[in-house]
Protein backbone atom coordinates (compact mmCIF):
# COMPACT_ATOMS: atom_id res chain seq x y z
CA UNK A 1 0.00 0.00 0.00
CA UNK A 2 0.73 3.87 0.08
CA UNK A 3 2.50 5.17 3.34
CA UNK A 4 4.26 7.76 4.65
CA UNK A 5 6.67 7.41 7.46
CA UNK A 6 8.04 10.71 9.06
CA UNK A 7 10.19 11.61 11.78
CA UNK A 8 8.34 11.75 15.07
CA UNK A 9 8.68 15.00 16.95
CA UNK A 10 8.41 17.17 18.87
CA UNK A 11 11.94 19.32 17.59
CA UNK A 12 13.15 22.15 19.52
CA UNK A 13 15.80 23.45 17.81
CA UNK A 14 17.78 27.04 18.72
CA UNK A 15 17.42 30.40 16.16
CA UNK A 16 19.25 30.05 12.90
CA UNK A 17 19.65 25.94 13.45
CA UNK A 18 19.85 23.52 10.86
CA UNK A 19 16.82 21.77 10.58
CA UNK A 20 16.54 18.32 8.86
CA UNK A 21 12.76 16.44 9.36
CA UNK A 22 12.97 13.06 7.56
CA UNK A 23 10.22 11.39 5.08
CA UNK A 24 10.02 8.42 3.86
CA UNK A 25 7.47 6.70 1.35
CA UNK A 26 6.21 3.62 0.11
CA UNK A 27 3.74 3.81 -3.00
CA UNK A 28 2.67 2.32 -6.37
CA UNK A 29 1.75 3.94 -8.88
CA UNK A 30 3.03 7.62 -9.82
CA UNK A 31 3.78 9.63 -6.90
CA UNK A 32 4.42 13.58 -6.20
CA UNK A 33 5.57 14.24 -2.77
CA UNK A 34 4.80 17.68 -0.31
CA UNK A 35 5.15 18.95 2.63
CA UNK A 36 2.56 21.01 3.85
CA UNK A 37 2.37 23.23 7.06
CA UNK A 38 0.36 23.97 9.93
CA UNK A 39 1.03 27.46 11.78
CA UNK A 40 -0.23 27.54 15.12
CA UNK A 41 -4.11 28.37 14.77
CA UNK A 42 -4.27 28.39 11.15
CA UNK A 43 -5.14 25.98 8.24
CA UNK A 44 -3.21 23.69 5.94
CA UNK A 45 -0.19 25.23 3.48
CA UNK A 46 1.25 24.08 0.92
CA UNK A 47 5.13 24.48 1.80
CA UNK A 48 6.74 23.00 -1.17
CA UNK A 49 6.21 20.16 -3.44
CA UNK A 50 7.90 17.66 -6.32
CA UNK A 51 6.57 15.33 -8.92
CA UNK A 52 8.94 12.99 -10.17
CA UNK A 53 12.37 11.87 -9.06
CA UNK A 54 15.08 14.21 -8.52
CA UNK A 55 13.17 17.28 -8.81
CA UNK A 56 13.76 19.79 -5.82
CA UNK A 57 11.16 21.68 -4.29
CA UNK A 58 11.91 24.83 -2.36
CA UNK A 59 10.10 27.60 -1.12
CA UNK A 60 10.95 30.50 2.38
CA UNK A 61 14.32 28.93 2.29
CA UNK A 62 13.00 25.53 2.85
CA UNK A 63 13.87 22.52 0.32
CA UNK A 64 13.49 19.11 -0.03
CA UNK A 65 14.24 16.66 -2.98
CA UNK A 66 12.28 13.75 -4.34
CA UNK A 67 15.13 10.32 -3.84
CA UNK A 68 13.48 7.68 -5.89
CA UNK A 69 16.29 5.26 -5.14
CA UNK A 70 15.66 6.21 -1.21
CA UNK A 71 12.39 6.69 -0.98
CA UNK A 72 12.72 9.64 0.70
CA UNK A 73 11.66 13.48 0.99
CA UNK A 74 13.36 14.94 3.57
CA UNK A 75 12.66 18.62 4.75
CA UNK A 76 15.83 21.26 5.26
CA UNK A 77 16.30 24.45 6.21
CA UNK A 78 19.68 25.98 6.53
CA UNK A 79 19.25 28.46 9.31
CA UNK A 80 15.19 28.85 11.20
CA UNK A 81 13.96 31.49 12.33
CA UNK A 82 10.97 31.49 15.20
CA UNK A 83 8.32 32.18 13.03
CA UNK A 84 8.85 28.86 11.31
CA UNK A 85 7.64 27.28 14.63
CA UNK A 86 4.73 24.65 13.24
CA UNK A 87 3.52 20.83 12.59
CA UNK A 88 4.97 20.04 9.59
CA UNK A 89 3.70 17.43 7.08
CA UNK A 90 5.03 15.02 4.47
CA UNK A 91 2.66 13.98 2.16
CA UNK A 92 2.42 11.68 -0.81
CA UNK A 93 -0.80 11.90 -3.80
CA UNK A 94 -0.55 9.16 -5.89
CA UNK A 95 -1.57 8.80 -9.85
CA UNK A 96 -2.94 5.26 -11.01
CA UNK A 97 -3.33 4.77 -14.91
CA UNK A 98 -6.95 3.17 -14.77
CA UNK A 99 -9.75 5.36 -15.32
CA UNK A 100 -10.11 7.68 -13.01
CA UNK A 101 -6.93 9.00 -11.16
CA UNK A 102 -7.43 10.31 -7.90
CA UNK A 103 -4.37 12.03 -6.37
CA UNK A 104 -5.40 12.03 -2.60
CA UNK A 105 -3.24 12.94 -0.10
CA UNK A 106 -1.60 10.03 2.31
CA UNK A 107 -0.09 12.29 5.05
CA UNK A 108 2.74 11.35 7.49
CA UNK A 109 2.02 11.63 11.34
CA UNK A 110 3.75 14.93 10.95
CA UNK A 111 6.38 16.75 13.10
CA UNK A 112 5.96 19.88 15.46
CA UNK A 113 8.65 22.42 15.13
CA UNK A 114 9.51 24.49 18.24
CA UNK A 115 12.26 26.87 17.60
CA UNK A 116 13.77 28.66 20.48
CA UNK A 117 14.99 32.70 20.18
CA UNK B 1 -12.33 35.60 -0.99
CA UNK B 2 -10.09 33.08 -3.26
CA UNK B 3 -9.52 30.45 -0.79
CA UNK B 4 -11.57 27.68 0.05
CA UNK B 5 -14.48 28.10 3.10
CA UNK B 6 -16.11 25.94 5.40
CA UNK B 7 -19.01 26.64 7.50
CA UNK B 8 -19.45 26.49 10.09
CA UNK B 9 -16.08 26.65 11.57
CA UNK B 10 -17.17 25.16 15.01
CA UNK B 11 -19.79 22.85 15.67
CA UNK B 12 -21.02 21.33 18.87
CA UNK B 13 -23.30 18.60 18.89
CA UNK B 14 -25.26 15.72 20.84
CA UNK B 15 -24.01 12.62 20.18
CA UNK B 16 -27.03 11.04 18.26
CA UNK B 17 -27.60 13.93 16.24
CA UNK B 18 -27.06 14.36 12.27
CA UNK B 19 -24.97 17.20 11.13
CA UNK B 20 -23.95 19.02 8.04
CA UNK B 21 -20.78 20.18 7.25
CA UNK B 22 -20.51 22.57 3.74
CA UNK B 23 -17.36 23.47 1.87
CA UNK B 24 -17.13 26.33 -1.09
CA UNK B 25 -13.86 25.29 -3.09
CA UNK B 26 -12.03 27.34 -5.24
CA UNK B 27 -13.99 29.08 -8.30
CA UNK B 28 -12.76 26.95 -11.36
CA UNK B 29 -11.34 23.63 -9.37
CA UNK B 30 -12.96 20.39 -10.68
CA UNK B 31 -11.51 17.99 -7.83
CA UNK B 32 -12.46 18.33 -4.23
CA UNK B 33 -11.24 16.39 -1.31
CA UNK B 34 -12.72 15.39 2.51
CA UNK B 35 -10.15 14.95 5.19
CA UNK B 36 -10.48 14.61 8.91
CA UNK B 37 -7.70 15.40 11.36
CA UNK B 38 -7.72 13.71 14.68
CA UNK B 39 -5.22 12.97 17.34
CA UNK B 40 -5.10 9.70 17.28
CA UNK B 41 -5.39 9.36 13.35
CA UNK B 42 -4.07 11.86 12.00
CA UNK B 43 -4.75 13.29 8.96
CA UNK B 44 -6.97 10.71 7.12
CA UNK B 45 -8.52 11.05 3.63
CA UNK B 46 -12.73 10.26 3.33
CA UNK B 47 -14.02 10.88 0.26
CA UNK B 48 -12.66 12.54 -3.33
CA UNK B 49 -15.00 14.21 -5.81
CA UNK B 50 -14.43 14.88 -9.46
CA UNK B 51 -16.85 16.99 -10.74
CA UNK B 52 -20.01 15.89 -8.93
CA UNK B 53 -19.00 12.43 -8.66
CA UNK B 54 -17.13 10.34 -6.10
CA UNK B 55 -15.12 7.41 -7.09
CA UNK B 56 -13.15 6.38 -4.52
CA UNK B 57 -15.80 6.32 -1.14
CA UNK B 58 -13.55 4.05 0.62
CA UNK B 59 -12.41 6.48 2.90
CA UNK B 60 -15.65 7.28 4.72
CA UNK B 61 -15.43 5.27 8.17
CA UNK B 62 -18.85 4.25 8.64
CA UNK B 63 -22.13 4.17 6.75
CA UNK B 64 -23.17 6.83 8.96
CA UNK B 65 -21.13 9.12 6.44
CA UNK B 66 -22.14 10.44 2.98
CA UNK B 67 -21.28 13.05 0.27
CA UNK B 68 -22.39 14.76 -2.26
CA UNK B 69 -21.66 18.12 -4.46
CA UNK B 70 -24.00 20.01 -6.60
CA UNK B 71 -23.03 21.95 -9.77
CA UNK B 72 -19.61 20.98 -9.45
CA UNK B 73 -18.97 23.41 -6.72
CA UNK B 74 -20.34 23.19 -2.98
CA UNK B 75 -20.15 19.83 -1.16
CA UNK B 76 -21.63 18.32 1.89
CA UNK B 77 -20.25 16.71 4.01
CA UNK B 78 -23.06 14.53 5.80
CA UNK B 79 -23.00 12.44 9.78
CA UNK B 80 -25.57 11.02 10.90
CA UNK B 81 -26.39 9.71 14.23
CA UNK B 82 -23.03 11.53 15.38
CA UNK B 83 -20.55 9.72 18.17
CA UNK B 84 -18.04 11.12 20.26
CA UNK B 85 -15.19 9.21 18.08
CA UNK B 86 -16.57 11.44 15.45
CA UNK B 87 -14.91 14.51 17.39
CA UNK B 88 -12.44 15.71 15.18
CA UNK B 89 -11.19 18.52 12.25
CA UNK B 90 -13.07 17.89 9.14
CA UNK B 91 -11.00 19.82 6.34
CA UNK B 92 -11.94 20.62 2.58
CA UNK B 93 -9.44 20.55 -0.16
CA UNK B 94 -9.57 21.72 -4.09
CA UNK B 95 -7.51 21.66 -7.07
CA UNK B 96 -7.32 21.29 -10.43
CA UNK B 97 -7.82 17.91 -11.95
CA UNK B 98 -4.47 17.24 -12.80
CA UNK B 99 -1.63 15.17 -11.91
CA UNK B 100 0.67 16.61 -9.13
CA UNK B 101 -1.88 19.99 -8.46
CA UNK B 102 -1.53 21.54 -5.06
CA UNK B 103 -4.37 20.99 -2.94
CA UNK B 104 -5.64 24.01 -0.97
CA UNK B 105 -7.21 23.26 2.13
CA UNK B 106 -9.66 25.45 3.68
CA UNK B 107 -9.66 26.59 7.89
CA UNK B 108 -11.53 23.37 8.58
CA UNK B 109 -14.90 22.34 10.64
CA UNK B 110 -14.32 21.31 14.51
CA UNK B 111 -16.58 19.01 15.10
CA UNK B 112 -17.26 18.39 19.28
CA UNK B 113 -19.60 15.53 20.10
CA UNK B 114 -20.66 15.48 23.64
Known sequence: ?117 | GAGVSQSPSNKVTEKGKDVELRCDPISGHTALYWYRQSLGQGLEFLIYFQGNSAPDKSGLPSDRFSAERTGGSVSTLTIQRTQQEDSAVYLCASSLHDRGKTQYFGPGTRLLVL
Not at chain 1, 25 to 39: D, E, I, K
Request: net charge neutral.
Open chain 1, 1 to 117: GNSVTQMEGPVTLSEEAFLTINCTYTATGYPSLFWYVQYPGEGLQLLLKATKADDKGSNKGFEATYRKETTSFHLEKGSVQVSDSAVYFCALAVWMNYGGSQGNLIFGKGTKLSVKP
